[in-house]
């Protein structure tokens, strides 16, 4: 459990669900570190093996979620509103979203790192200079917050601090599961998920 956020800049690191966190580095895109909107922080490197033990932990969960496929009822439920983009202007990067099959998990998750960083750069430039156009052209700010396909891209991976299976929930004295977790991340940062929540919209 986070009892409060550092805001101070003399605040480095602090401790989320017993994994110590840091702000993300500075880089020449963000003198802040992360895009903005998204969050700024980053698991310790130290610290990842917690990580990477506790999504071990709840793995079957996190497939049962996934056979349930869970973004077609996003889809089903996303805001009526639509605005029309040419498809010829769009690029494939745009247009889909990756899901790493889970048994091609790690090859597929490695081929994807190294591709993301060669392209990042170049697609987060196009990405500014085609808003900037599209709002020149009379096309609503408000386009930006709602339509997938031109939603801001965050310059660092936004982790998950997945709790630990000691952290029980108070209610069931049981540890919370994987699908709780994801609810609660979705209402606390929803614009990590991409997706607004029913009662923002």
């Known amino acids: 459990m986070i009892i409060e956020v550092p805001r101070d ?11 110590r966190i840091k702000w993300c580095d500075k880089s020449i895109n963000s003198s802040f570190g992360q895009a903005p909107g998204f969050p700024a922080y980053t698991p310790n490197r130290h610290d990842l093996e917690i990580l990477h033990r506790r999504f071990a932990e ?8 996934l056979r349930e496929a869970p973004w077609q ?19 494939l990067t745009i247009l889909h979203w ?37 709002v ?11 339509e997938a396909s031109v939603w801001d891209i965050p310059h660092h991976v936004c982790h998950w601090i997945i709790m630990g299976k000691s952290q029980l929930d108070p209610a069931t004295k049981k540890p919370y599961p994987l699908r709780e977790q994801l609810r609660r991340l979705d209402k606390a940062e929803p614009v990590r ?4 929540l029913s009662d923002s919209v």
């Open 9 to 19: 800049d003399e605040v480095h690191s602090w401790v989320r669900f017993g994994v």
């Open 193 to 196: 998920l991409q997706w607004h």
């Open 58 to 65: 709840y793995f079957e969960e996190y497939r049962e979620i």
């Open 73 to 91: 009822k996003m889809w089903r439920n996303h805001p009526k509103l639509l605005y029309f983009h040419k498809r010829s202007k769009m690029t």
């Open 136 to 146: 020149q052209k009379g096309a609503l700010e408000t386009v930006f917050e709602w």
């Open 98 to 134: 990756v899901i790493f099959l889970l048994e091609f998990l790690p090859k597929s998750a490695v081929l994807a790192e190294s591709r993301r960083g060669k392209r990042h750069e170049s697609l987060v430039k196009k990405g500014r200079s085609l808003r900037k156009f599209c």
